[in-house]
């Protein structure tokens, strides 16, 4: 018997800077997973969910802002997070880690990855340059690639 339960990935882009490659990433990978009948994807954008970039005191009790109560459903019935983000100075992006911030409980208990965007590329020419045989002087030289 076939499970009628289809899994919820939410795809979150994790840069709110303009001209960013998440949109791009993002989009090729719901497009990817969109095609398998089991799986459905939410695209969440940070840069359009207008999150407060401040929490409020606990003890406050305050309601919380819109924008966090209407994304906090999106969230919380997902299944697994996809996280596609750049890596800033070794670290993820403050729109990221605002939006952890805010969404503690809807987190919890659920599978996640992270795509980033940075690191995909240094890695990649880390092992296109690195391969057994490619140079000569592998063993001594620095990793080739992107450098800050």
Avoid at 54 to 65: F, H, K, N, T
């Amino acid at each position: 018997m076939i499970s009628e339960h289809r899994l919820r990935v939410v795809v979150i882009i994790g840069s709110v800077r303009q001209g960013r490659f998440g949109p791009t990433a993002a989009g090729w990978f719901a497009a990817q997973a969109c095609e398998r009948d089991d799986v459905e994807v939410d695209v969440v954008d940070l840069a359009e969910a207008w999150l407060p970039e401040v929490l409020p005191d606990e003890r406050a009790c305050l309601p919380a802002p819109q924008p966090v109560q209407d994304l906090a459903p999106w969230l919380a019935a997902a299944d697994a997070f996809v996280v596609v983000t750049p890596e800033y100075n070794h670290g993820y992006p403050g729109s990221l880690e605002n939006a952890i911030d805010w969404f503690r409980e809807e987190w919890q208990a659920n599978a996640a990855a992270a795509a980033l965007l940075d690191q995909l590329t240094w890695w990649a020419a880390l092992l296109r340059d690195n391969r057994p045989g490619s140079r000569p002087d592998t063993r001594d030289s620095p990793p080739r690639g992107r450098r800050r």
